[in-house]
């Protein structure tokens, strides 16, 4: 009888630790729910940042009233015939 107490406190010490410690534990879980709402946000972020790319590429391949715009600002080109004016606050 006394080797059954034995076994069984062997085998619940088994169960204990594997639920604490081990692999698949409450601390291993906790920390993986973690990392997946860290890397959900981040995929919201980036389908996010997809959805404005996609709608620019679009933007870009019909019209080019974007693709002067962006000429314009970016790379301060001017068409012919203008005059740029630039204003210095000093």
Do not use: C, P
């Not at 409450?26 to 946000?41: C, D, N, S, T």
């Not at 981040?42 to 620019?56: D, I, K, T």
């Not at 962006?70 to 204003?87: K, N």
């Amino acid at each position: 009888m006394k080797w059954l107490w034995i076994v069984t406190l062997a085998l619940l010490a088994g169960l204990q630790y594997r639920l604490w410690i081990g692999e698949g534990s409450l601390a291993h879980v906790a920390q993986l729910k973690q990392q997946i709402a860290e890397q959900r946000q981040e995929n919201e972020q980036l389908e996010e940042r997809n959805r404005v790319l996609a709608a620019e590429v679009v933007e870009l391949k019909q019209g080019l009233e974007t693709v002067e715009e962006r000429a314009r600002h970016e790379l301060g080109m001017i068409r012919d015939g203008e005059t740029l004016f630039q204003l210095s606050n000093e």
